[in-house]
């Protein structure tokens, strides 16, 4: 299909609207409301154009390009004087009432209303009359709210509430008194919420966290990395000045993330600028093995020395961790040796995945990519609180969930992109979704069905289904109802995880794709998704996959009199094994040398301690839910004498003399290494490219081109400018030297081109608007995706067992949160806010029983401790079952499963109540 701007003839696609033509021909056509993600409801008129009946008709008539579709032949023009002259009138209005203070809005040089207003040519301002003001609202300790500045485009109407599905924020008032806020200011509600930074086109909704410490935008110095917050692994762009990390925007990535993030992954990387990061290595005196002994400080020189004495020719065991790199944890084992390797996962975690990874090695289900999930038209979870284990899954969920209302549109031919009009088509319809599991979840608000039951009890329902669809009648209607949903699909897609630790709801769940796969088409297409605790979880159970007898911790722990000494890599054990299992570890004669970022208790606990580099500060590779590798890249250079896990490693191995390990010096050569060790690992050299990589003979910049360099900043502490460090291990710079196009997706820090200084810079990189990246190279950027089905299927025996709870006692299971679960995030001050007490969650019919309301406190009685916890009254609890916040430090010694007993905290006494300027608090919050 052709059609023609200025004279121009511009190749578009069918269905497509003339806004995203123009783009796509390279094209610049002003817009605000317009969002890739969102489609167009035509109400800001900045993209107005002329369009022409004919090639006869020279006067034409003013169209919006976002709300006009393409056709055949159709003429336009951007240049036309009536055009230009109503573009530019728009941008005159939106001025009237906008502050006079872009030299000191937080979103100054990076706004795309002054890239819109130098680009319609509006200079001048006529408008001699008062401006409306509005005063702002507290929203929370992520977002600064600046009413002001708001043009109102409705943006961040649209995104909080119709794409993110958030309650608590939107227009209020009409015509030029429109406030976009809360009802009344309080802390906003959508784990999603941090997005409204890059999808306001202003500065009314911006970084708080960064405006603390706030430095221009074109003075970061950036890289590309990906998010360890948890296992989807989102790609982001995080910014660093004078050493610390200043924020975290979003790096698209058109089949994981697209253009959103959590707000864990937004926000929850403060603590690399925590005061309890470790600077140096810590050495204990001998023979004190008290977790209150000091450490003396050593160079790094004298603790390699320290540490290679006491491994070199001993009987050494090696931890891993889920959270390390792909390539440290591979020279962790190959220094200590593969049968003296543990993983770092507890038995149970390490059960889940391996049945995880098994399943994807042979289902004949489809492991789809988040793009690919939004476009399921009827969704299955199982066990799992989406929102709170994979943030970005859940953000997808709702967008699958208005495949109805696509469906609709296509009946009446509106397009997918007529945004308003399709809503109002739908009004409440969704496509299906059920939600099995054992507590209250973030997405039962859009659910159709919701059932609660007890992990095992799962577990049973799933099989109920899969002998459902293979012809076995049951009692249960709720279980002919769910076959019959996914039967009736075009796309089914089933979710499951690890957050229940249950192998018997994950295998369960595979064996419902199996048989419904073989229920359906063979075209059809059924997809199997899982869940995995953390960044690295998949690349850690795949360097153990292969091992018929894999050490586990528990197992380690009870032999670990028989060895010298245990290396520890970015693992706090503490979350892991039990108090008796730590004792173990760390109360005999065996020397523990622990490696990590951050203070924990098995650091206090250790021999020796070496400070590691936080993922800003060093490269690796991660290896997310769908087995897809991903690298990320140091934004700079690790402070005092940090170094990354694998320099540790590989320097330990030089002084110890390693056969294998000692000839490697620089990151390549471990990948490499990595690469051939397992058949699985084959296409780790193809993530991204290696260090010798140059674009026309040209590094990366990780520095834009209007950096200021130089400045007195310092000038209190030192005159002196050191020179900007050397990187030999990377493509990237450390300077704003070098060409920052035209290069690989994964090697994007950040975007910027001509006329266009803010995020929305992004569509001169994609080949498509809301499509895949730029590049036609080797190494694309999405990264590479490990396992690849023999779709073979996989015979399941699952045996679940029932667990017997006695009366007054309750099972316990695990709730994850966004804020507070995560191990490093919760070091980061604004995450710890939201995060707040450790609780246990309970039905509304225990509470009572109880007699204990929301707030209060409840004593949870296990086989050997007791620990007064505050309660969280849910909607939904499966029967004989409580829940208790997973990761915070009150909770680390509860299991899941357990059984405990409850009882009301009669010593608690009600916070007292106390004004501030904010209305009302509790000295108890």
Known sequence: MIIFVDGQEIEVKQGENVLEACLNAGLDLPYFCW??????????????????????????????????????GARFSLNAQNATEFREAVVESLMLNHPHDCPVCAEGGE????????????RDRRYTGKKNTHRNQYLGPLIQHE?????????????YRDYAGGSDLGAQASRDHVYFGRHQEGVLESEFSGNLVEVCPTGVFTDKPFLKHYSRKWDLQSAPSICSGCGVGCNISPGERYGKLKRVHNRYNHEVNGYFLCDRGRFGSGYINSDQRLDYSGLKGAGLKSADATFAAVHQSQAIETAAGWLQGKKVLGIGSPRASLESNYLLRELVGRSNFSSGFSDAEAAVVRSIINI???????????????????????????????????????????????????????????DAAVRNLAQDQLS????????????????????????????????AVTASLQGQESDDKRVQQVANMLSAAKRPLIISGSSMLSANIVDSAACLAEALQAHK?????????????EANSMGLGLLVNEDKRPLRLSRLAKKIDTVDAVLILENDLERRLSQSELDLIFSGKTRVISMDLLENNTLARSDLVLPVASYAESQGTLVNAESRAQRHYPVFEPAAERLCSWQWLLQLAAVMEHKKLAGIAHFDQIVEACSKSQPIFADLTAVAPDHSFRDRGLKVPRQTHRYSGRTAINADVSVHEPPQPTDCETPLAYSMEGLNRDQPASLIPYVWSPGWNSNQSLQKFQAEVNGPLKGALKHSGAGQRLIKSTQQGLEYKLKVTHPRMQKGRWQLLPMHRVHGSEELSAYTDEIAELAAQAFVALGETVAEKLGVAEGEMVVVSTADQEISLQVKVLSRVAKNCVGFSVGYDKTKSLRAGDSVALRRDKSWQPPQVIATDRGVASNGC
């Open 521 to 533: 088409q063979a075209a059809q297409e059924v997809m199997l998704s899982f869940c995995v605790p």
């Open 432 to 463: 299906p979704m059920v939600i099995v599991s054992a507590m209250d979840s973030r997405l039962d608000d859009v659910a159709s069905q919701l059932i609660s039951l007890s992990p095992a009890a799962i577990a049973d329902f799933s099989c």
């Open 35 to 72: 969002h890739p993600a969102m489609g167009s409801i035509g109400s800001c008129r900045q993209c107005a154009l002329v369009q022409y009946q004919n090639p006869e008709d020279t006067r034409g008539r003013i169209v919006m390009g976002c709300m006009t579709q393409v056709t055949d």
């Open 111 to 122: 706004c795309h209303l002054q890239d819109m207003t130098v680009m319609v040519g509006h």
């Open 147 to 159: 009413m002001n500045r708001c043009i109102t485009c409705y943006r961040c109407e649209r995104y």
């Open 360 to 418: 994807q090695k042979t289902t004949v289900a489809t492991n789809p990519t988040i793009k690919q999930m939004e476009s399921a038209d009827a969704i299955l979870i199982l066990g799992e609180d989406i929102t709170n284990t994979a943030p970005r899954v859940a953000l997808a969920l709702r967008q699958a969930l208005r495949n109805k209302s696509f469906e609709l549109a296509e009946q009446l031919g509106l397009p997918e992109w007529q």
